[in-house]
């Protein structure tokens, strides 16, 4: 039967689901479940931040436990990798045979490049240095910013400046003219299209319509329901081109209108979402894992107001600094800041704290922390006591929660 309506608890439920949570587990955990559940999701945001673990390894591992970090590098970090690199949200990986859905973003940048104010000049800037990488990638075959001689190689202002050779490599990467060849010490490494890419790849490249309407597609089944905005999102498309493609996928039957309990906005839900009467999940998500990457839709769903808080100075932040949301079943009931202490071989539970309503089930949360200390091959986990829920994880952890005042401030 078709639902056109949802109460609030099925629309977490269908979009837990669809994303893979309360399937069942296996230990170990085999490569072709890997494989399956990064196409499940269809991309992997990239982050560089790794005081906890990259974030790209932790939506897998938040719904399959512990599997071979191994098995996911083979498919993504080879120049022959299965999934390559693009700005499919944010810096994302994707399944090889789906790049060319990014050629029309590739043009897109391009034109936006040439003609917007605050760019041309850079782009003017960078003109020859591209034309130089270009001979040199030709010449030497892929190879990351770093291992490019040039007088231009400099990096210019503060610590998040780029060198020309570096703006230049990002501005031929968002054009198409190079593109992915996997990661070098986790710094991208760059090719041209055919060192890398069958040839005459990007001639098959559909239209910016035809894309359009694939990547919602794949966006809905990803998501399960969602408004147009949270369609959207998924892969940062416009508004008005997601509307055409939603009202085109409606009109072919594969998104079906749905109205949603305490949502303001009409949603759509996939036609091959299930409904489940129930999902059992226990999971820490990363700030970048497709549950909470679009915060207007955490609040929706969850009741889960979330900002990242990397980039608060240390005295402003209110909940930590590497704060991952705390799911359990079907509920967002908690955050803590994860620290994986590699010199000391220790899981630091930086900060605990449970949602306002509800409270984290800290008998669950420690199991899953001493499962989160064995996949990051650590011994112990340690809890500052800072947070409503510090004591309580320190307490199921049995260990004794440490005085904060007693740590250096980050």
């Known amino acids: 039967m078709v639902r056109t309506a949802l109460s609030a608890a099925e629309a977490r439920r269908v979009a837990l689901a669809a994303q893979g949570f309360g ?12 494989s399956a559940g990064a196409a499940r999701l269809g991309l992997l945001q990239i982050d560089s931040v790794n005081v906890f673990e990259r974030s790209h390894y932790l939506p897998l591992f938040a719904r399959l436990g512990a599997y ?7 498919l993504t970090l080879t120049q022959r990798s299965p999934w390559i690199e693009y700005w499919a949200h944010e810096a994302a990986f994707v399944p090889r045979d789906d790049l060319r859905l990014f050629r029309w973003r590739m043009d897109a940048y391009r034109e936006r490049d040439a003609t917007n104010p605050t760019r041309v000049a850079g782009v003017e800037r960078t003109a020859r240095v591209r034309d130089e990488l270009l001979a040199v990638l030709a010449a030497e075959g892929p190879m990351p910013a770093s291992a490019v001689e040039h ?34 010490g986790f710094e991208r490494v760059y090719a041209l299209p055919d060192q890398v890419l069958p040839a005459g790849y990007f001639a098959t490249a559909p239209d910016r319509a035809d894309a359009v309407r694939e990547l919602v597609r794949r966006s809905a089944r990803a998501i399960g329901v969602g408004t147009r905005a949270d ?19 409606q009109d072919a039957g594969e998104l079906v209108p749905v109205t949603v309990e305490g949502w303001r906005d009409r949603a ?8 489940p009467r129930r999902v059992d999940a226990d999971a820490v998500l990363s700030p970048f894992d497709p549950v909470v990457w679009f915060r207007p839709r955490a609040e929706r769903l969850f009741g889960f107001h979330y900002r990242i808080e990397i980039y608060t100075p240390a005295p402003k932040r209110v909940f930590g600094y590497y704060v991952l949301p705390v799911l359990q079943d079907e509920a967002l009931v908690g955050r803590i800041d994860l620290k994986n202490d590699r010199q000391r071989g220790v899981l630091h539970v930086r900060t605990a704290w449970h949602e306002p309503g509800a409270r984290i089930d800290a008998e669950r949360l420690a199991a899953l922390l001493r499962r989160t200390a064995a996949w990051q091959g650590l011994g112990d986990v340690e809890v500052t006591d800072r947070g409503s829920a510090a004591r309580d994880v320190a307490a199921a952890l049995g260990v004794r929660a440490i005085d904060p005042a007693a740590l250096p401030v980050d």
């Open 268 to 275: 759509w839900m996939h036609v091959d979402a299930r409904v």
């Open 231 to 249: 369609l959207a999102d998924h892969h940062r498309l416009r508004a008005d081109d997601t509307a055409a493609a939603v009202a085109d996928l």
């Open 151 to 184: 007088e231009s190689n400099v990096r210019r202002g503060p610590w998040w400046g780029w060198s020309d050779v570096k703006q230049g490599l990002e501005q031929l990467f968002r054009w198409g003219d190079v593109v992915s060849a996997g990661r070098s």
């Open 23 to 34: 399937r069942p587990r296996t230990d170990p955990v085999p490569a072709r479940a890997v």
């Open 68 to 74: 071979d970090k191994g098995a996911l590098d083979r």
